[in-house]
């Protein structure tokens, strides 16, 4: 805008904000970017995951079923196959990645409904170390807790929000918020 508080595109609906805009939008993004390290480094700090849920499958999820708890990667995590998340809509779950987070094409996290209810992107909580890439039409689901950079490639997209502590790209992609 004119004012240099916000940008806008065909591509988007909404407004585009960063801190570098100055003015009203920084003081308000400021206390919001604290807000999103102190939730990174919660989830981070989560006590690891011992068993099956420390380094899954050698760290890929490929037609895994997620119950709710923490899952703990100590290096990289590779979607290879669709994810089903399965519990009720409180249950949490805490995915910790020290490596980057890559979900390959056409794949999906997709949340099961059961007996219980269906878990709800807002309590799934992906902590990356590295970066996220998510591939052409592939689709995410949760709360991204991203310390590097997050990629989203042509056609891919997200029910949940993303937040990173440095960039993000978004390329033809679709993201729903949910509360």
């Not at 939730?39 to 981070?44: G, H, L, V």
């Not at 079923?65 to 089903?84: I, N, Q, R």
């Not at 209810?117 to 052409?136: D, E, H, R, Y």
């Amino acid at each position: 805008d004119a004012a240099g508080q916000f940008a806008t595109s065909s591509l988007i609906t909404g407004q585009v904000h960063a801190a570098s805009y100055g003015g009203a939008i920084a003081a308000t993004l400021t206390p919001a970017v604290t807000a999103m390290e102190t939730a990174y480094e919660d989830a981070r700090s989560r006590t690891r995951a011992v068993g099956a849920r420390l380094n899954t499958n050698g760290g890929a999820f490929n037609e895994d079923v997620l119950t709710p708890g923490v899952y703990t990667f100590d290096a990289s995590l590779g979607l290879t196959g669709d994810v089903h998340f399965q519990g009720s809509d409180t249950d949490v779950f805490i995915i910790q990645i020290a490596g980057s987070l890559v979900q390959n094409a056409g794949y999906k996290v997709i949340l099961d409904a059961s007996d219980v209810g269906t878990p709800l992107a807002k309590n799934i909580f992906w902590q990356v170390a590295g970066t996220v890439t998510i591939m052409s039409t592939a689709h995410m689901e949760g709360i991204l807790l991203v310390k590097t950079g997050i990629a989203f490639v042509t056609g891919s997209s997200i029910n949940g929000r993303i937040f990173t502590q440095t960039a993000c790209t978004l390329d033809q992609a679709t993201v729903v918020a949910t509360l």
